[in-house]
C-alpha cells in the first residue's frame, strides 16, 4: 500500500486506541502485525522530528525570573531544552513538511472494517484511518 508519511501520521491517535484495545486473539493477531509496520513508520516521522531539531534547534538553559539556573528535586540543573529559533520556523515546518508528503510502500493491506466492530473509536478517528480500512460489511449493515 502506497500512502504518505502524513497519512500515517493524522491515524496515529487511532492506532493507538487501537493497539490498546483487548481484542480476541486472531483479530489481535492481524492487528497487531499490521499496527507494527505502522507503528515503525511512526518512528522514522519522530527521528525525523528529533533530527530537525538537533540540526536547528538551539538549547536553552531554564532559568528562574531572577537569571538563575532552575534545579531539580535533587539539586541539579534542569535537562536544557532544545527550541526552533522563529527565524528558523518556516525552513523546519517547509523540511519537515516536505519529508511528510513523501510518499512510502507499506507491505501492508487493507483493514477489513468488520476487524473495528469491537474497537470504540470516534468519527475523527475513523476519518483518519480511513486510508487504510477496506468497508467489507454487507448493503444491509450499511443501512442502519
Same mark, same amino acid.
Given at each position: ?7 500515517? =501520521? ?13 481484542? +480476541? ?17 511512526? %518512528? ?7 533530527? $530537525? ?8 538553559? /531554564? ?13 541539579? +540543573?534542569? +535537562?536544557?531544552?532544545?527550541?526552533? /529559533? ?13 519529508? $511528510?508528503?513523501?510518499?512510502?510502500? =507499506?507491505?501492508?493491506?487493507?483493514? +477489513?472494517?468488520?476487524? $473495528? ?7 475523527? %478517528?475513523?476519518? %483518519? ?16
Amino acid at each position: 500500500m502506497e500512502l504518505t508519511r502524513m497519512n500515517i =501520521l493524522e491515524a496515529e491517535s487511532a492506532i493507538v486506541a487501537i493497539d490498546k484495545t483487548p481484542l +480476541p486473539t486472531k483479530v489481535s493477531y492481524y492487528l497487531g502485525k499490521l499496527l507494527t509496520k505502522i507503528i515503525r513508520e511512526l %518512528q522514522t516521522i519522530s527521528k525525523k522530528r528529533e533530527e $530537525l531539531m538537533n540540526k536547528y534547534g538551539e538549547e536553552e538553559i /531554564p532559568t528562574d525570573k531572577d537569571g538563575n539556573v532552575v534545579k531539580g528535586a535533587d539539586g541539579n +540543573p534542569v +535537562p536544557a531544552n532544545r527550541t526552533i /529559533p522563529v527565524e528558523k520556523t518556516e525552513e523546519v515546518n517547509k523540511e519537515f513538511e516536505a519529508f $511528510l508528503a513523501e510518499k512510502v510502500e =507499506l507491505s501492508i493491506w487493507e483493514l +477489513p472494517l468488520s476487524m $473495528l466492530e469491537q474497537v470504540k473509536l470516534s468519527p475523527l %478517528q475513523m476519518r %483518519q484511518l480511513d486510508v487504510f480500512i477496506t468497508d467489507d460489511t454487507s448493503t444491509e449493515d450499511k443501512k442502519k
